[in-house]
């Protein structure tokens, strides 16, 4: 395709520089925003997570600090300096200094940082990394360094994080005496990168590449730690290493497995590591992996990790729906993963399952209002599972208010005089040209309600410049033009290419024709056979017990069932509906019976409607479906 | 229907009086008896389970003894005299006198006998009935020394269990001083049944009916026994008491939930008094909650229990086929539930199901060599589920054991001049009539590969009485002849009836069809949807990957395809095979897609070959499927 390993990435548009006006995201981010953010500040605050830091803990008091206490606080660190970075306000402002300075005064001595290994248990500091999250903390708090810093300038976060960082590089790598460890919850890998981006200093992404590298080596270092606690290392409670891909050297992985939150946040880390290192190994193993992924273990949702017995992976094509895990942040960490993939080459696969992620399994996680959340997203629900405002493990509200608050890097990335648009909102993208111009790209679209996109570029003079629009992959059918008139382009990669010279406020037009597609999974997914799922545009539906008169699981949709799509402006803050008939068995002719010989159901026709499948639970309890059995 | 609750029960014909010679059990009692009944005595002997009751553990020894390891022990002594009744062995007596002696040896001057609590946790004697499995498995002992002293006639342990329960009658019970408790794990209430049978001591059906009768009453004694132990009631580890059946008293209950066995055992005792007693609120709930298991809860094997998580029951229609848990013990717990209510008033709808379970989800759990086995009993499989040789938890190979041993009680009951025949098998079966003359019926049929029964009746003169002969509910079409001149007949509660007297050697021929059937799913049964499973007479069947060239989850069954039937002697030890054409979906036109617009599949034609399920895993590992998407 021309392209080679060694090419330099692109760089996403940072989110500082892309405002979101649109219909469907600006409200998300809104919400997000006005209620999630200062709701889990409160959560954190009355659980204890924060006052934590002050280490008055003392034994026998309730709650004591839990080992990942520490990443939620960072979480919201990280989210509030993306809300202050496009939304000033001096009182979260004022919060978050506060909570800062708590954090830096917990630092020991060492630079050691964490707070149930200081104050509950610690005689045993990394003593268990394997199973303990000293690390992942670690990697939360840099992010959230990182954040504050690029939001406010000053050093004072990040200079306590990069104390932490250089004493565990002190204690972990390949010298003598150090330890050969790395962490059992990836994402201190990824995170260090993020740290050396914002120091410039190299020793951080080493150490990055360190943990990366040692990841899976033989002899096993849990294995070590193990004994070196008294247990046996074939005791291990999750029973493989592959629960956090440590069960191979990182560059030999061939297929996804383990916990699914572990894995993400470890190829995130890899595909950073890849470009910046050129390191052809770790791209070939995400790519492989990748496969692995979206070609036998994603749901159609962009949702990952069907069981709850590992909170991840299984074996290929097994995706139960009543009973998929799908963890909010595990989609989360899939847009992480596609993005990096994503600057390599620009390949439109990467941006597609991005997309499918972003408008279904991620912001399914958080109700309309933003204040409960799902861990859990299946897509089939007998009307029990629901939305919950917090939860003893609380990654998943954390990690949704840091990506929505963030969400306007993932539209666009640049290299040189190269403009990609990854995704479709109304809004405003500025960045500047290699010679230092100003460049500005305006999108007006109803997206994702509508396929229509105009962009307007706001140049000083005529310039040349590479534009790079995404087709999505749901998309069978689209035009580009320009004044009118049909704009001549390549399509390299699943983006239409546009390289020439533009005008200063010259509109282009993309129609994406976003049909009513009746989706099928490929025939080894047992528990989709015989059925379909609706997807308009890059949306996913369900059908919900609210919009019907008999349970969900009963309704059967015809092949020739003629649907058509309408705006309610008034239902789930405003979404496209898609409307029709169903069949339905009468199920009263049963009379009792479980089972009985084969005959034809009388049915009756009854009316379907179907939502958007992010914008389910947020009515009456009841019944969920996205895959329907075909009549 | 002419019944009433207060009429007497039909009694059971002894397996003692039944012999099984037939061409489906009598192999399988074969295997049982030389192959499964040794092996297990083996597995208790190699795990220490025997060598537990010299009660020389000490603290620190490697394994300790379970608590419910005596529960393993008792159930081999029990199927050992089973075995014993039928085929006498002197080496298998002599080693059951000497386990036998070991465990009289074991009991307490107070006539307490529980290895665990006696050399482990003697200080927690009764401290939790709720998790510790004591009266359960005192319960199986008693079972144990029923069995020896009707296939002995010695007392040496039925009086030692007799002096055991009467500790427990001085222990547990409605006088000052006495503990409200009963057994988390129900079992000891149809034991003691079974006790007072023995015996004809009614002190033993008045603790069985205390034991069911404080069952779920307020206030809980499991909330009482926790606080005792200094635990919170709310933090059982269960959740609910749904699980052991202690949610509600046992009259009030409706539907049935939690711990399958537990169930099961629990309701087999609840049928034994309400026979006993003449108890409506005891038979009224039984039916009631039959009614849902059977209604909404049961597989169409006849295994029930889909859930892992608390090894029971869900809500309505949730019947998996992949994780269906299905255990071994649930589907025979089923068969004696099913046996005792049968005993009421002769209604096949008990006798159908108790059939469907023997037949399919019972022997599914024992390989046809008789020496590997499933806990839990899927309808499908990707190939990863397979018999083991024994478990920690034994109580599945155990329980087949005995059931196998005594398997021809099932076949005929009696009350008075009145036989009723409800399974069929060739074999033979004698009886003394009310006058004392003899009656012995002999089966000839090649059931269930063949529906045509001919019974010869034995008699020493012409002799009035009624024969009751079932018709099974799988069956739509039947003759019953005499001398090829149909035979006036009624038909009450599904079983043909004739009253007149009989001549001696007197033949009569009932011809069962029994052809192919398609069989569905109600429509609530979200896993079926759009699927058929294949039945013939008693027996469901399955697809294996041994005898397809595509993996079983794509074959596809079209409403046209001819199916037919052939005997395959060297295949399964026999069976009846169903063959015929499967329609295949061409995967390779997918390329690596996961989901696609919907659009035909190109199919292939593959030949189709289904066996019995409960002849499934004993060739080659691979996928198995009961039921089929239609085509």
Sequence with gaps: MGVTANQRPLIPVPFTAVKLTDVF?????????????????????????????????????????????????????????????????????????????????????????NVHFTVVEPEKRWANLRDQHELYCAGHLIEAA??????????????????????????????????????????????????????????????????????????????????????????????????????????????????????????????????ELHDDGLRTACERIWDDLCGTKMYVTGGIGPSRHNEGFTVPYDLPNDTAYAETCAAIGLVFWGHRLLQWDCDARYADVMERALYNGVISGVALDGETFFYENPLASRGMHHRQPWFGCACCPTNLVRLLASLGQYFYSQRDDELAVHLYAAGAMQTTLTDGAPLTVTQQTRYPWDGEVTLTLGLDAPTALTLRLRIPGWCRQYTLCSNG??????????????????????SITLQLAMPIERIAAHPHVVADQGRVALQRGPLVYCLEDADHSVPVHLLALDEDAALSTRFVPDLLDGVVVIEGEATAPDVTAWAGQLFRIQQADNTTRVPLRAIPYYAWDNRMAGEMAVWLPKG
Aim: proline content about 5%; overall charge negative.
């Design 25 to 113: 995201w600006a409200q998300r981010q809104a919400v997000n925003r006005e209620r999630t953010l200062p709701i889990e500040y409160r959560h954190c605050q009355e659980t204890g997570r924060i006052d934590a830091f002050k280490l008055a803990w003392e034994p026998g008091q309730e709650p004591e600090p839990h080992i990942f206490w520490d990443s939620d606080v960072a979480k919201w660190i990280e989210a509030g300096c993306y809300s202050l970075s496009t939304h000033p306000d001096t009182q979260l402002r004022a919060r978050l200094e506060e909570v800062i300075a708590l954090i830096i005064a917990a630092q020991g001595p060492d630079g050691y940082l």
């Design 146 to 275: 990182v954040a504050h810093f690029q939001t406010t300038g000053e050093r004072h976060f990040l200079d306590c994080l990069c104390r932490y960082a250089d004493y565990i590089a002190t204690v972990f790598g390949v010298a003598p005496g150090q330890k050969h460890g790395y962490c059992g919850h990836e994402e201190i890998e990824l995170a260090l990168v993020k740290l050396y981006h914002a120091t410039g200093e190299a020793r951080y992404l080493r150490l990055s590449q360190y943990f990366v590298d040692e990841r899976g080596q033989q002899p096993c270092y849990f294995d070590e730690e193990a004994r070196a606690r008294g247990e046996k290392p074939e005791a291990y409670w999750a029973r493989t290493y592959e629960y956090c891909q440590a069960h191979a050297p990182v560059r030999e992985q061939t297929q996804i497995t383990g916990h699914a939150v572990r894995a993400m946040y470890l190829y995130s880390a890899m595909a950073d590591l890849a470009g």
């Design 485 to 506: 008139a049909p704009l001549a382009h390549s399509v390299e990669r699943g983006y239409a290419c546009v390289t020439r010279t533009w005008q200063p406020g010259e």
